[in-house]
């Protein structure tokens, strides 16, 4: 897919003092799901001087919605952001701050951290360490011990394959002398940068760690940072790719498992993520009039509609609103911290460098009932394999 790149125009420097208090509690629009496991280990409480960070109408467990705004859908996930990443204003969201697990998502922290670092041309050798604790039947890309790899492979491996083996390779080399490990820190420094204090990452590709979580907000924040680079919009754009023939191994393609793309109007890029503790996780993007809208959602179930089928209601929902519409904003790593950092100050155009954009024709919207059909055809995108394990 060729896209063109749109400028978008520059919003007005605005600033918001926020306070300390808690927005007044909306229950989420919900539906349950019969697939929905027996409880599971509940997450650490929100830190209350980050609750507030976005906007006092973000700090809810509950609904987090413009007053008058038509209800937004009902999902199964449970949390969930929609925002605009050029402005920067959150439309709606259901427990914006509230820690969850990230499964294969996480990647995108990864890749916002370590692209700046690491060249693309750039050929690394996959060692047997990167690749021992890593169960065969999970999500992998398919590299081999001696196998010789560009970055740019690895990267491609990533995000259109959610590899768990390419994870770990870009990890180790992104973390120098200290390894795998100095690429997690890289990624939890980068979170930290970023301002998305519910995010902890344990390990590079989004498996279940210890202490691993995020939280939708801070997921808005680095689809942000990582939608602002021209590279990885597109390697997020890539239909298929196909990697050379390595020792032990024939060549072989790689197709994006986001099955969105091209079956959503306007669909730019978007990552998928399961395991058994997280559950459906999903962030995507994509544009309609000058807008590009993200959706970030976490703790989704397979049934009624699956995460991809809940994105797409949530994407229409907020393409159905006003642009000048929100309950909050993204916040920038260059914005005036105050005390507790609940005072945010909205600086420069808002895009938090974005830059230029990617542009498509603008679309229609799909219904709900399109979202039913296309949630029974996606649903097979998503890996159980040995457990449900896909990271």
Known sequence: MTLSALLVSPVGAITTRTRAMAAPHRPCPTVESPGRPPATPSPPPVDPAHR????????????????????????????WVVADLDSGRVLGGCGPHEHRTPASVQKLLLAAALMPRLDPAQVVEVKREDLRDLDPESSLMGVVPGGRY???????????????????????????????????????????????????????????????????YDLALITRAAFAREDFRRYMATRTAEVAEQ??????????????????????????????LARQTYVGVAERDGRRLAVTLLGAETAPLGSLGEATALLNWGFGRSPDESVGRLVAPEEKKGKDDRVVIAAGDGRGGAGNSSSLSSPL????????????VLGATYRRRSGGRDG
């Not at 006092?56 to 705004?69: D, I, R, S, V």
């Not at 020792?247 to 498992?257: E, K, L, M, Y």
């Not at 919207?365 to 029974?376: K, N, Q, T």
């Open 52 to 79: 507030a960070v976005g906007g006092e109408g973000l700090a809810t467990a509950g609904l987090a919605a413009p007053g008058g705004a038509p209800r937004p859908p009902a999902v199964t996930a449970t949390s």
């Open 150 to 216: 560009s970055v740019e492979d690895l990267w491609l491996g990533l995000l259109l394959e959610s590899g768990n083996d390419a994870a770990n390779v870009l990890a180790r080399l992104g973390g120098g002398a200290a390894g795998r490990p100095g690429g997690v820190q890289a990624m939890n420094d980068e979170a930290r940068r970023l301002r998305a204090y519910q995010t902890h990452a344990a390990t590079p590709s989004g498996l279940d760690g210890p202490g691993q979580y995020t939280s939708a």
């Open 247 to 276: 020792r032990g191994r024939v060549a072989f393609g790689i197709r994006n498992d986001n099955a969105l793309l091209g079956a959503y109007p306007g669909m730019l890029g978007g990552k998928t993520g399961f395991t058994d």
């Open 365 to 376: 919207a799909l219904g709900l009932g399109a979202a039913i059909l296309l949630s029974v």
